[in-house]
């Protein structure tokens, strides 16, 4: 997925459009949750398009500057051919990260009010993908087909380097684990096991097919997914479309 320019602006379209479905459709307070939970995936795509019109910029590409590599941001490179790769990568990405884990936690719980503690602890894995990113790159990625990929954050792997690859590893599956207790927490257990299951198929097809899991690009699955699941939300919990009903499941 997210293979272009093309196919970036396409996945965004999709999610938009079941944005403005679901804001239409308002099945119960659920919907506009799922409207802006999705709305803030579709960012990834915006993103990508960004990183790929970068590296399509006539005599630019996109290369990971490992030295600002788990390191606190440095403005002191805006000179350097790859400073917009670096704010895209090192304080956007992260950013738009956040706002997923912040929605995430905005669940629609009868009797509770936005949890603003709870959205401000989101800021602690952001934080760390912040210190550990730096310049994004392309990857070789193996499925369906040979092709670029983009690499969120820069090179975490080199020959000889295993620590920071298994560690990149380890931090990802960390971040999943992060949102899979936020969603433990917050929805009622029909909803939430939906959305472990999504989160699940995510990261085992990239495990199975790339053998590992920081193609950040790659996720942008979710997007198209969620539009799915969202739309055919009647057909996977028909008994709670009223409000009331919402109320009585959480």
């Not at 699941?229 to 008994?239: F, G, L, S």
Request: aromatic letters at 16%; one cysteine or more.
């Amino acid at each position: 997925m997210c293979w272009n320019i093309q196919v970036s602006f396409l996945s965004a379209v999709v999610g938009w459009s079941t944005c403005a479905y679901l804001l239409w459709r308002q099945r119960s307070e659920r919907d506009g949750w799922y409207a802006r939970y999705l709305f803030t995936f579709t960012l990834t795509q915006l993103i990508d398009i960004a990183l790929w019109s970068l590296h399509e910029t006539d005599g630019f590409a996109l290369q990971a500057c490992t030295e600002k590599q788990l390191a606190l941001p440095d403005f002191s490179m805006k000179t350097d051919p790859q400073f917009w790769n670096y704010i895209i990568s090192k304080l956007i990405v992260p950013v738009v990260v956040f706002t997923q884990n912040a929605v995430q936690c905005t669940y629609p719980r009868p009797g509770h009010g936005i949890p603003w503690k709870l959205i401000a602890v989101q800021a602690a894995p952001c934080f760390l993908m912040m210190f550990a990113f730096a310049c994004s790159k392309l990857g070789q990625a193996n499925f369906p087909v040979p092709h670029d990929t983009l690499a969120w954050g820069g090179e975490f792997y080199k020959p000889g380097e295993d620590f920071k690859f298994w560690a990149n590893q380890f931090g990802a599956l960390a971040s999943s684990a992060w949102v899979i207790g936020v969603f433990i927490y917050s929805m009622p257990l029909r909803v939430c096991i939906v959305h472990i299951v999504v989160l699940a198929m995510v990261i085992t097809t990239l495990a199975v097919t790339e053998g590992r899991l920081d193609f950040g690009s790659k996720w942008c699955t979710y997007c198209l997914i969620y539009s799915i699941v969202y739309i055919a939300e009647p057909v996977w919990n028909p008994d709670s479309s009223s409000k009331k009903k919402l109320a009585k499941a959480a």
